[in-house]
């Protein structure tokens, strides 16, 4: 069975920046897996951030945060980055890792929260004006 671990969220000025690690744990069966990172603001739905499948080099973002985040993945350490650079007040969220096991590229890259099967248990970002 998978885990994940977020960690490095924390309390930031806005203009400044986070990194985001996700730990993966247990075995990946699948060679068609998808990892992505959400993000959930208290009385907000929850809302893909960014995803990226296990075979492609392409990694897909909400529009609100296209040219300020960045994700990626080291395989040999089996953990997930969320980069984020120039945060926002409106980015203050806890942020959580997610996993589907074994998905297509389209259902990954889709970022809908019922595409993504295994979850992390969070960590809090917190942006200040």
């Known amino acids: 069975q998978v885990q994940l671990v977020e960690s490095g969220g924390g309390s930031v000025q806005a203009g400044g920046s986070l990194r985001l690690s996700c730990a993966a744990s247990?075995?990946?069966?699948?060679?068609?897996?998808?990892m992505a990172w959400f993000r959930q603001a208290p009385g907000k739905e929850r809302e893909g951030v960014a995803a990226?499948?296990?075979?492609?080099?392409?990694?897909h973002y909400a529009d609100s945060v296209k040219g300020r985040f960045t994700a990626s993945r080291n395989n040999t350490k089996n953990t997930f980055y969320l980069q984020m650079n120039s945060l926002k007040p409106e980015d203050t969220s806890m942020y959580y890792c997610?996993?589907?096991?074994?998905?297509?590229?389209?259902?990954?890259?889709?970022?809908?929260?019922?595409?993504?099967?295994?979850w992390g248990q969070g960590t809090l970002v917190t942006v200040s004006s």
């Open positions: 997610a996993a589907n096991l074994e998905t297509d590229y389209r259902t990954c890259i889709s970022l809908r929260p019922d595409a993504l099967s295994v």
């Open positions: 247990g075995y990946f069966y699948s060679s068609y897996y998808c």
């Open positions: 990226i499948y296990s075979l492609s080099d392409i990694t």
